[in-house]
């Protein structure tokens, strides 16, 4: 028997399969419709809205980036919508650190400021009077990286 590797990612377990109505299927081509053809997929979704394992076959096709077929009563479109939203929830952990990153980043710019540094007040400023973007947040981050070499 091997040692896992640390880190490494366990696939998601697969004993839910057997029990999904999808299993005792005869037409498995119904599961992998082609792109065109919606009505197959919703056949399949239709089959899928009765099954007792739906929620843990989506949890298998979202974990592993399945980009075909009909998985948990989605297709490949739907998934990438759902995963996107999945990732945007953050544990309270991950946010307490990216909070604390911020604080950090933050302070170093104030620092640098304090010391003279006319960039670091230039920015400063613009943050406390430009709203959030995108755009922003990264030349925000940009500029705490060298604020902080600078130190």
């Known amino acids: ?3 896992a590797t ?3 990612k366990r696939a ?3 004993a839910w399969m057997r029990h999904g109505l999808c299993a005792a299927s005869s037409t498995p081509d119904l599961w992998f419709p082609e792109p065109a ?3 197959g997929a919703a056949k399949a979704k239709a089959v899928c809205r009765a099954c007792p394992v739906r929620s843990e076959c989506l949890a298998y096709a979202l974990a592993l980036g399945i980009r075909h077929g009909v998985w948990g009563g989605t297709v490949p479109e739907e998934r990438d919508g759902r995963k996107a939203r999945r ?3 953050m544990d309270p952990a991950a946010r307490k650190r990216k909070t604390e990153a911020e604080r950090k980043r933050r302070r170093r710019l104030r620092a640098a400021a304090a010391a003279g540094n006319p960039e670091a007040a230039q920015r400063l400023e613009r943050e406390r009077t430009r709203k959030r973007t995108a755009e922003s947040l990264a030349a925000a981050r940009q500029g705490a990286r060298t604020a902080g070499a600078a130190s």
């Open 6 to 8: 640390p880190g490494a």
């Open 37 to 39: 053809q919606r009505d």
């Open 87 to 89: 990732d945007r929830r």
């Open 12 to 14: 998601p377990s697969r």
């Open 1 to 3: 028997m091997s040692a």
